[in-house]
């Protein structure tokens, strides 16, 4: 009897056990994050010491940057989960080589169209932060938050001009080389 | 007959003395709601082109004509010539007007700023 009851506690710790990692498993593969180029690393960590920095100044520009931080920051998350990941492809089909190991980069540049206007929207949003922030800098005379509005609504031009459409060709060209 | 004329010519008089201030008045809104609201992407010397293009002559310019600026296909081939009502549409809603611009302005909702902004950017000739 005894020894059934171990048994039967045994097993039920085995398929507790292989829940988890079956859980686990399927979670990572969900959430399964690509790098992004190291310069977007660099940028996005210094954009957001930087409004940190302002934020923590007793000042109606410390204010806003406050308020900004986290429309800046949604937009950071989306830019690392699936508009820049693709970019990291670049160097390599510069250089002739595709291979299938590529193909993630497809399904992502599919989501960068479909969020297009989504993606536009968060842009409007951080410019409109950022002329808030540039006119009360202008107030009380502080030049570097003007320096940093000016930086971020042309990196926001950047992305529209640039990023987002070059991981959608990024996108294409693998589609077309290794079919769907 | 004279009287007349004369009746006319106070009436107008008066009416233009009364239409400068307020117009003053909007042109001195539109410079500050400017510097808030377009200010930070747009430059007003001629030739001086920032994130957007210099806005030195933009009412009567045609759309996508600052020399040196790169505009978006949108912006490009809009047709459009900025005059005030052209101006006013645009403002209020960018890229329901100019689809494919890529000015990351939501746009500006309202009506007097609009048109106190339209007036100030008259003045630059």
């Known amino acids: ?4 009851l171990v048994a039967m506690s045994a097993l039920a710790l085995l398929a507790a056990a292989a829940v988890v990692i079956s859980w686990s498993g399927s979670g990572t593969a969900q959430t399964a994050r690509h790098e992004i180029p190291q310069s977007f690393v660099v940028a996005h ?12 100044r007793h000042t109606r520009t410390g204010l806003i ?37 590529m193909k993630w980069a497809i399904a992502m540049a599919d989501r960068i169209k479909a969020d297009r206007e989504t993606i536009f929207t968060e842009h409007t949003v951080i410019t409109e932060w950022m002329n808030e922030l540039a006119a009360a800098a202008e107030r009380s005379h502080e030049a570097d938050v003007i320096a940093f509005a000016r930086g971020a ?28 | 007959m004279a009287r007349s004329v004369l009746v006319v010519a106070v009436a107008a008089a008066s009416s233009l003395l009364i239409a400068l201030p307020a117009r003053a008045q909007n042109v001195e809104n539109g410079q500050k709601a400017f510097k808030q609201q377009c200010g930070l992407c747009h430059d007003v010397a001629a030739g001086k082109n920032r ?33 005030q009502a052209t101006l006013d549409k645009y403002l209020a809603d960018p890229r329901a007007t100019v689809p494919g611009t890529t000015m990351t302005y939501a746009g500006l909702k309202n009506d007097e700023q609009r048109k106190d902004i339209i007036a100030y950017l008259a003045t630059l000739h």
């Not at chain 1, 009897?1 to 059934?4: E, K, L």
């Not at chain 1, 960590?45 to 923590?56: N, P, V, Y």
């Not at chain 1, 406050?66 to 510069?94: C, D, G, N, S």
């Not at chain 2, 806005?55 to 600026?69: C, H, I, P, Q, T």
């Open chain 1, 1 to 4: 009897m005894r020894s059934r």
């Open chain 1, 45 to 56: 960590q210094d954009t957001l010491a930087e409004l940190t920095a302002i934020g923590k």
């Open chain 2, 51 to 83: 994130v957007g293009p210099s806005l030195f002559g933009v009412v009567g310019r045609k759309a996508g004509g600052a020399d040196g600026f790169h505009y978006s296909d949108g912006n490009k081939n809009s047709g459009l010539t900025w005059d």
């Open chain 1, 65 to 101: 940057a406050r308020q900004a931080i986290a429309a800046v920051k949604k937009h950071f998350e989306r830019e690392e989960e699936y508009i820049l990941p693709p970019l990291t492809l670049a160097p390599a089909i510069a250089n002739g080589h595709v291979s299938p190991d």
């Open chain 1, 153 to 180: 609504v042309a990196d926001s031009l950047n992305d529209t001009e640039v990023n987002e459409p070059m991981a959608i060709v990024i996108g294409e060209y693998l589609r077309a080389k290794l079919g769907p």
